[in-house]
């Protein structure tokens, strides 16, 4: 469908627009799933895909639908230049550039590396406990989920730690939901500056580290050179900025998550805190049932029948991971979490050649942090009524947690 209107940024449906539905999206998913699986929305201009087969089918299928989403009719990004090391990034670019690109990194992040950095993820988490412990209180966003992951992506990046606040509020404004600001244009244009101050910021680091290399990610991805191309100065800013946004907003969310789950099923605590296989596939099934990362973007190259519908050239396409975790025709009882879920066969982490470079590192950072709460606290009660969203319509989380607890120690 040929859009009317050009803008730089994705529209909220009109569904999610309440902070009680950005809380609790499912009731809308599941009638969407049942009543417009594939549906056109005029008001956003943009198809929506809930259902788990059809997720999957547009994920696996790079061909059709394309991750350059900057490349749909109805985008129009003035400042190509800016926004370009992003948009060439990993996750915006398809084969054979995006093989090319998963290479430099792809063994960094296999389970085996990313498993020998348990003990050190494990002091950080400590570090952090320890500060609040004692308080028998402390918000498990602020204190715990946010600056755990943080710290883990500087270290492997090679930046200083001490930076973290600046990277937390870069990554706020580049995931900040613009359509549901009350001045979009504001957004935009802090997140315009947000990108110029992450390109001065990196631009330095990457030179240094070009000079005297250094045994860290930075250094890894300037000076790896796949088929025997290094990237260019652009293609490995594009590549810090997103491994700093995408190792921290959704790792913080799926830690937060947790505790919202675990506060719906107290009684599991005990087994959580004593088996850490349970623990692990507790933290699956919240991938499944409080997806971090709700919905995905693409652009049809090619006009695509799907569910009886014609997807055109140049559509944009969000599959709603969030609701395809809940599809009954996957999973039984969708919408209980079941910790003890077994298969559970989630696409939390997406699906296809674009599947999480992470998630081998937001497991262990979730199953480690977790645990270490579990193992010194008891009795975890989540203290307020209120909790306010994260503001972006394709994150899943909240942006403040407070729990009350007795210190073991
Ligand atoms: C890709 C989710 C943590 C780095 C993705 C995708 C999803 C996802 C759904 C697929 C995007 C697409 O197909 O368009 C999550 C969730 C996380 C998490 C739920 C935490 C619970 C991390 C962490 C890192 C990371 C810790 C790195 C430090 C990436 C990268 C990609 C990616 C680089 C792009 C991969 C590619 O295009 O081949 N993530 N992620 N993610 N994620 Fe994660």
Same mark, same amino acid.
């Given at each position: 469908?040929?859009?009317?209107?050009?803008?730089?940024?994705?529209?909220?449906?009109?569904?999610?627009?309440?902070?009680?539905?950005?809380?609790?999206?499912?009731?809308?998913?599941?009638?969407?799933?049942?009543?417009?699986?594939?549906?056109?929305?005029?008001?956003?201009?943009?198809?929506?895909?809930?259902?788990?087969?059809?997720?999957?089918?547009?994920?696996?299928? *790079?061909?059709?639908?394309?991750?350059?989403?900057?490349?749909?009719?109805?985008?129009?990004?003035?400042?190509?230049?800016?926004? /370009? #090391?992003?948009?060439?990034?990993?996750? /915006?670019?398809?084969?054979?550039?995006?093989?090319?690109?998963?290479?430099?990194?792809?063994?960094?992040?296999?389970?085996?590396?990313?498993?020998?950095?348990?003990? +050190?993820?494990?002091?950080?988490?400590?570090? !952090?406990?320890?500060?609040? $412990?004692?308080?028998?209180?402390?918000?498990?966003?602020?204190?715990?989920?946010?600056?755990?992951?943080v710290?883990?992506?500087a270290?492997?990046l090679?930046v200083p730690a001490d930076d973290r606040d600046r990277f937390k509020q870069w990554?706020?404004? !580049?995931?900040?939901?613009?359509?549901?600001?009350?001045?979009?244009?504001?957004?935009?244009?802090?997140?315009?500056?947000?990108?110029?101050?992450?390109?001065?910021y990196?631009?330095?680091l990457?030179?240094?580290?070009?000079?005297?290399?250094?045994?860290?990610?930075?250094?890894?991805?300037?000076?790896?050179?796949?088929?025997?191309?290094?990237?260019?100065?652009?293609?490995? !800013?594009?590549?810090?900025?997103?491994?700093l946004?995408?190792?921290?907003?959704? *790792?913080?969310? $799926?830690?937060?998550?947790?505790?919202?789950?675990? %506060?719906?099923?107290?009684?599991?605590?005990?087994?959580?805190?004593?088996?850490?296989?349970?623990?692990?596939?507790?933290?699956?099934?919240?991938?499944?049932?409080?997806? #971090?990362?709700?919905?995905?973007?693409?652009?049809?190259?090619?006009?695509?029948?799907?569910?009886?519908?014609?997807?055109?050239?140049?559509?944009?396409?969000?599959?709603?991971?969030?609701?395809?975790?809940?599809?009954?025709?996957?999973?039984? %009882?969708?919408?209980?979490?079941? #910790?003890?879920?077994? #298969?559970?066969?989630?696409?939390?982490?997406? +699906?296809?050649? +674009?599947?999480?470079?992470?998630?081998?590192?937001?497991?262990?950072?979730?199953?480690?942090?977790?645990? /270490?709460?579990? %193992?010194?606290?008891?009795?975890?009660?989540?203290?307020?009524?209120?909790?306010?969203?994260?503001?972006?319509?394709?994150?899943?989380?909240?942006?403040?947690?407070?729990?009350?607890?007795?210190?073991?120690?």
């Amino acid at each position: 469908m040929a859009a009317a209107t050009q803008r730089q940024f994705l529209p909220m449906p009109a569904a999610l627009s309440s902070r009680a539905a950005r809380l609790e999206p499912f009731d809308w998913y599941r009638e969407m799933r049942t009543e417009a699986p594939v549906r056109y929305d005029d008001d956003r201009q943009v198809w929506d895909v809930f259902r788990y087969d059809d997720t999957k089918r547009v994920l696996a299928d *790079t061909e059709s639908f394309s991750s350059d989403v900057a490349r749909a009719d109805v985008f129009e990004f003035p400042d190509e230049d800016l926004f /370009r #090391p992003l948009q060439r990034s990993i996750l /915006r670019s398809d084969p054979p550039r995006h093989t090319w690109l998963r290479d430099v990194v792809d063994d960094q992040f296999q389970p085996g590396a990313i498993g020998a950095l348990a003990p +050190h993820v494990r002091e950080i988490a400590d570090e !952090l406990l320890d500060e609040r $412990l004692a308080d028998g209180e402390m918000d498990v966003v602020e204190d715990l989920a946010y600056p755990l992951p943080v710290i883990v992506i500087a270290e492997l990046l090679g930046v200083p730690a001490d930076d973290r606040d600046r990277f937390k509020q870069w990554s706020d404004v !580049l995931v900040a939901d613009v359509s549901a600001a009350a001045d979009p244009q504001t957004i935009i244009e802090r997140q315009e500056e947000t990108i110029r101050e992450l390109r001065a910021y990196f631009e330095d680091l990457i030179k240094q580290r070009r000079a005297i290399p250094e045994d860290d990610l930075i250094t890894h991805i300037a000076t790896t050179d796949p088929d025997g191309h290094r990237l260019t100065d652009e293609d490995v !800013l594009g590549y810090c900025i997103l491994l700093l946004v995408a190792g921290n907003v959704t *790792t913080t969310n $799926l830690i937060g998550n947790a505790i919202r789950c675990f %506060d719906e099923r107290p009684e599991l605590y005990d087994e959580l805190a004593a088996d850490r296989d349970v623990l692990a596939a507790a933290i699956e099934e919240v991938l499944r049932y409080r997806s #971090p990362v709700q919905a995905l973007s693409r652009v049809a190259t090619t006009d695509v029948e799907l569910r009886g519908e014609t997807i055109e050239s140049g559509d944009l396409v969000v599959t709603w991971l969030g609701s395809a975790n809940r599809d009954e025709s996957q999973f039984d %009882d969708p919408d209980e979490f079941q #910790p003890e879920r077994r #298969p559970n066969q989630h696409i939390a982490f997406g +699906h296809g050649v +674009h599947f999480c470079l992470g998630a081998p590192l937001a497991r262990l950072e979730a199953r480690i942090s977790l645990g /270490r709460l579990l %193992d010194r606290a008891e009795g975890i009660q989540c203290v307020a009524e209120e909790r306010p969203p994260v503001s972006s319509s394709f994150l899943h989380g909240v942006e403040q947690l407070p729990i009350r607890f007795e210190s073991v120690e």
